[in-house]
């Protein structure tokens, strides 16, 4: 049983480009969350997707955006990308929107903006 | 934002020893979990605890919850240099998880 897994494992881009991580969710979840650690700090909630829609969304900005394929399947997007978004973007799968339900994380990406 | 705040920032050990992380958070909880993390890498769930249980066991671990105090503690007992790692509490509300900044565990052989 295949748990989480992310694309790439690490990545450097420049200010002002455009980015695209993905992640596949463990067999038998149906919810993907995101979130960003930045070095030394706990991680922060991004967005959340179930049934393909956006379900919840945290304290960020608009350039950050996402979305869910058919097979739960789920992609981040981050456009004009500043230094401040070097980070570990991490994704979580669990069923059910998440609610009262283990969220199991995979190995993250690592960004560097430069 | 962040909801939890764990006490203390960066604990020390020998093998063989106890560590005690406590945890507290601001508002009302679905559940709180923990979570470890090994070198910057993916986390690794470790307990999950309801708001109505008061304790749970895995293993050598141990998770305490206190509602009225908003505080959890995680207890690891006969510590190994692989408990090395760095410890999130995490709250659940309504499917987002809310983390602390963490302890940074450091198990000496």
């Known amino acids: 049983d295949a748990g989480v897994t992310q694309s790439p494992t690490h990545l450097i881009k420049t200010r002002g480009q455009q980015v695209t991580l993905r992640c596949s969710p463990k067999?038998?979840?149906?919810?993907v969350s995101w979130y960003q650690q930045a070095l030394g700090q706990g991680p922060q909630f991004i967005f959340q997707?179930?049934?393909?829609?956006?379900?919840q969304r945290g304290n960020f900005p608009d350039r950050f955006s996402g979305h869910q394929f058919p097979n739960y399947s789920s992609e981040l997007n981050v456009n004009a990308l500043l230094l401040g978004d070097s980070a570990l973007y991490l994704c979580?799968?669990?069923?059910?929107?998440?609610?009262?339900?283990?969220?199991?994380f995979g190995p993250g990406t690592r960004l560097l903006v430069l | 934002s962040q909801q939890g705040e764990e006490d203390p920032q960066a604990l020390s050990i020998q093998e063989g020893e106890n560590a005690t992380m406590n945890c507290s958070y601001k508002?009302?909880?679905?559940?709180l979990q923990w979570y470890r993390q090994n070198s910057g890498r993916g986390l690794v769930h470790l307990i999950l605890?309801?708001?109505?249980?008061r304790e749970k066991h895995s293993g050598r671990l141990r998770v305490t919850l206190d509602t009225s105090k908003k505080s959890s503690s995680l207890l690891i007992t006969a510590s190994r240099a692989a408990d090395t790692a760095s410890y999130f509490c995490?709250?659940?509300?309504?499917?987002?998880?809310?983390f602390g900044q963490g302890t940074e565990l450091s198990v000496k052989p």
């Open positions: 979580a799968s669990s069923r059910l929107a998440g609610f009262q339900e283990t969220q199991y």
């Open positions: 067999s038998g979840h149906d919810t």
């Open positions: 997707y179930y049934e393909e829609e956006e379900r």
């Open positions: 508002t009302s909880i679905n559940n």
């Open positions: 605890i309801r708001s109505n249980e």
């Open positions: 995490a709250t659940d509300e309504g499917g987002k998880l809310i």
